[in-house]
Nanobody, 121 residues
């Protein structure tokens, strides 16, 4: 059983930054962050292979978001820079057994409770 606890959400203006942190009890092959805007499906934003360290970023996240893992602290963080209104939504920490960037609903997946990010003037 993997337990995930997120922190670090909040409200910022466009162009601002936030840092999300996910503390986990044990790791899986791929861990990272999903974004779910209101009325939309959950989408994989940034994930990291906990073995080799390779990362996946959605095209919307390239150049703005950075994922990192601290194995000593059991955390996976997501630095969000140059935030845009369309980044608004719930961000969920996830741990799953598949390959990063190729999440499928049938993958064995654990989810955190989510943290809200709001980007507005």
């Amino acid at each position: 059983q993997v337990q995930l606890v997120e922190s670090g959400g909040g409200s910022v203006q466009p162009g601002g930054s936030l840092r999300l942190s996910c503390r986990y009890t044990s790791s899986m092959k791929c861990m990272g962050w999903f974004h779910q805007a209101a009325g939309m499906e959950r989408e994989e934003v940034a994930t990291i292979n906990t073995g080799g360290g390779s990362t996946y970023y959605a095209s919307s996240a390239w150049g703005r978001f950075t994922i990192s893992q601290d194995k000593a602290k059991n955390t996976v963080d997501l630095q969000l820079n140059n935030l845009k209104a369309e980044d608004t939504g719930m961000y969920y920490c996830a741990a799953y057994s598949g390959s990063c960037g190729r999440w499928k609903s049938r993958d064995s997946t654990y989810w955190g409770q989510g943290t809200q990010v709001t980007v507005s003037l």
